[in-house]
């Protein structure tokens, strides 16, 4: 189900996950939500998110294992796991994972607002002499930004290729169209817009 929350200028893509309720924030929000882990992850893999709420306790399954999917496909997003419990181990294991924030389902609709309205300050959104650059990552393939990430490690194009089981003309290419996506001229620059 797709909803439109409210106004503002730049809409804010988020999805929930589970049966949690939204109270209606102050911007616009395109909302999306799934009820399952099987769900959210073909979503997830389609479609861009700014933020990404997931509930622990799912119909199949324990919503943390959302986590590594979430960082790799979406790097930029917020994601926050809502849980009835929050003990230490559990929000330790939540943050290694991967999530941003662990919430308790108690305190969700005030700290879940507070959280999306500081993210949304952050990143700009609805404020437009203030903007600041957007980040284009999420321009990359989910194969780009792998590639994105070895450079960064230092490895050369050879070693890249080996690593990925691709010819080296193939890494070229995707080294190629980073840079074009990235609005970079050589590896320096593509991995300074990866640490920003």
Known sequence: MEIVLSSGDQ???LLL???LALHPLPRQITLRT????RAAIAT???ERFDC???ERELEDGDGIVLAPAIRRIHPMALSILVSEHDRWAMVEAAHHLGYSHVISKSELAHELTSIIERYLTERGFGNKENKPKQSRLHLL???EREILSDI?????TEEIARKRHNSVATIKSHLTSIYRKLEVRNRVEAIAKLEN
């Open 141 to 143: 393939t989910l194969r």
């Open 11 to 13: 809409p804010l893509r």
């Open 34 to 37: 799934e009820q399952t882990l």
């Open 17 to 19: 996950v589970g049966r």
């Open 52 to 54: 990404i709420v997931v």
């Open 152 to 156: 960064a490690t230092g490895a050369t």
């Open 44 to 46: 997830i893999r389609v």
